[in-house]
């Protein structure tokens, strides 16, 4: 259940019955075969599927997060990452002011991890408010998959081809890592990365992909239970 589908009113009377929301943090960015706004699309459907089950809702996703490292790559839009924390903590404090309490926060992008640091101030400037912050693509249910069937998780690489984020047609063949000598500018980027992957394997098989969305799944699911 989206704010969009809802007016001001309906979502006053959930409020009524539930103080828990769901927050998407994402990235339009390149990712070398798949949609720029992979970075949303993979933790937004994670939210829908949660909500689905549980009836929580989800606020409208961030569609832009922290990508300096790639504006060589058209089609890139980043956030400065101070622009990024004010962003993120005026949400939240919006959340806060209508009645939301518990904030479930779903980050498809590893630029935005700074505003962690930023919402721990807000968990100690408003000693009610819970914050939880989820990036799918550390978890340990998630990695135990990628163990299981040998394959090595990484930027634009087989890890985020769902279904739902794939735009164009995928390379079969095997990318080797490139060498990343420390912090890249955009233009030293590109040159590195090339078509945008950081290497391995383009793709997986469709059982592998829904196992690993079935593990995020599962660990969004216990993370709303804020226990």
Known sequence: ?????????EVEQYLQHDD????????????????LTTDVKV????????SERTG??????LNFGASPYFMAYPGTLSLRVSTLLDIVEDLVRSAYRHG?????????HGGNRPARGRLYELADQLPDLRIVWYDWWLSHSVEAVAQKHNLQPAHANWL????????SEIPVDYKAPPHVPGLLGAEEARQVY??????????ASDEVMQAIFQEALKDVLQLLAFE
């Open 1 to 9: 259940m989206r704010f969009d589908d809802l007016n001001w009113m």
């Open 56 to 61: 929580v809702l989800v606020a409208p996703p």
């Open 160 to 167: 985020e081809n769902f279904p739902f984020t794939r735009v």
């Open 43 to 50: 933790p937004l459907a994670l939210a829908d599927a949660a």
């Open 20 to 35: 828990r929301l769901m927050l998407v943090l994402g990235a339009c960015e390149q990712h070398a075969y798949l949609s």
């Open 100 to 108: 939301f309490r518990r904030i479930l926060v779903l980050n498809g």
């Open 194 to 203: 090339g078509d945008g992957s950081f290497g391995g394997p383009y793709q």
